[in-house]
């Protein structure tokens, strides 16, 4: 598996594109999304580029998953959040054909019901870019 030069998240794993980042390791990288459900909303994919979860290798699916589950623990430490929301779209509803999970912050009544799912703006470039470093900083070792 390598990069794909038509493929956003690619460009953004070899910083040809910037993003706020919220987790970078060997395997995976994770940012904040540009259209989130909820403010602080993170989106985790495996640094190769992988397009569907069947085309995962199965030495990345632990360490994957890991990864979310520690990126769920901070949408709680480092956003305050209740709880959160770890999804991933396989093929349908995938708008960019590179694996990703989506790590939501939740808390009660916050209007998320079903998949109706409302999006949201940073008000700027400076709030996403503290949302991602309160998110980086409660990030579990």
């Known amino acids: 598996m390598r990069p794909m030069g038509d493929c956003v998240f690619c ?3 070899a910083g040809e594109r910037p ?26 994919l495996p640094r190769a580029h992988v397009e569907t979860f069947s085309d995962l290798p199965h030495e990345l699916v632990g360490p994957i998953f890991t990864h ?9 430490t480092g956003l305050g ?25 939740r808390n009660r009544k916050d209007g998320l ?14 709030e996403a870019a503290g949302f991602a470093a309160r998110l980086r900083d409660a990030v579990p070792s």
């Open 113 to 126: 019901r079903g998949f109706f799912w409302p999006r949201t703006k940073y008000d700027s470039d400076e």
């Open 19 to 44: 993003a706020h980042r919220v987790l970078e390791t060997d395997d995976a990288v994770a940012f904040l999304d540009t259209r989130p459900l909820f403010k602080g909303h993170t989106l985790l």
């Open 11 to 13: 460009e953004i794993v």
């Open 81 to 105: 959040a209740a709880g959160s929301f770890v999804a991933m779209n396989n093929r349908i509803s995938q708008s960019v054909p590179h694996l990703h999970v989506h790590i939501v912050p």
């Open 68 to 76: 979310a589950q520690r990126l769920a623990t901070a949408m709680e």
